[in-house]
């Protein structure tokens, strides 16, 4: 069974600081989405990642996704306070499922 | 374009109720998931389904739970004889073509679903 674990689950940061999301998952995947969700909202889709060594960037965020560390990294540059939300990971399963599999989520909060 | 729609964006229903929930799929997306978020939780996949089939609803509970996405109209989530247990949001997301394993699912704003 797939299970999607994340790290840190909060994240507190000051403005103009660096830090790095991490996602691991337990089985082999062939796609990895990013979600952003603020305090009762929807997901907004940042990035999908669909095979190893992808990395993509939009603004302050960049994620990478490496297949054979079954890993993904969000990292955050320079924060600033509208980075503040809740970012998931989520997984696809191999094999043609096309449910996603989430972690539980890393709250940043990016004080001023 | 809408995005996906999803009504009512809140529901109370008092124990043993039915509940609706309805999901609008974006304009020329065919495929819709169903799932479900418990406070400080991620979300966990119900069920999805393509135009009058069930493809997969491996993340559904065997009993009180049903989805139907039918030919026209809206997707609709139902849940009977509600207990304080099923109180979460429940989103919906569409795709739009599925089957190939690397479609974004685009989610609607939820219904947060509160049992008294």
Redesign the interface.
């Known amino acids: 069974e797939l299970k999607?674990e994340q790290n840190p689950l909060f994240l507190s940061m000051q403005e103009g600081k660096n830090y790095t999301i991490y996602c691991n998952y337990s089985t082999t995947s062939?796609?990895l989405?990013w979600?952003r969700q603020d305090p009762g909202?929807?997901?907004?889709?940042l990035f999908?990642l669909?095979s190893n060594g992808a990395v993509k960037q939009e603004g302050r965020l960049m994620a990478s996704l490496d297949t054979k560390a079954r890993l993904s990294t969000l990292h955050i540059t320079a924060a600033v306070h509208d980075l503040s939300a809740t970012y998931?990971c989520?997984v696809?399963p191999q094999g043609?499922?096309?449910?996603?599999?989430?972690?539980?989520?890393t709250k940043l909060t990016v004080n001023p | 374009n809408a995005g996906?729609m999803q009504n009512p964006r809140h529901l109370v229903r008092r124990r043993g109720q039915e509940a609706r929930l309805r999901c609008s799929p974006m304009k020329g997306h065919s495929?819709v998931?169903w799932?479900r978020q418990l406070p400080?939780?991620?979300?966990?996949?119900m069920v999805?389904l393509q135009k009058e089939n069930i493809?997969?609803e491996?993340?559904m509970p065997k009993e009180r739970f049903s989805a139907e996405f039918p030919k026209e109209g809206p997707s609709i989530l139902r849940i009977q004889q509600v207990v304080r247990g099923d109180s979460a949001a429940y989103?919906c997301a569409s795709?739009p073509l599925?089957?190939l394993?690397?479609?974004?699912?685009?989610?609607?704003?939820?219904t947060r679903l509160t049992v008294l």
């Open positions: 999607v062939d796609r989405y979600y909202k929807s997901l907004e889709s999908v669909l998931f989520a696809g043609g499922s096309e449910k996603l599999v989430f972690g539980k989520g | 996906v495929h998931y799932y400080e939780e991620g979300l966990k996949f999805y493809i997969d491996s993340g989103f795709s599925g089957g394993g690397a479609d974004t699912q685009y989610f609607g704003p939820g």
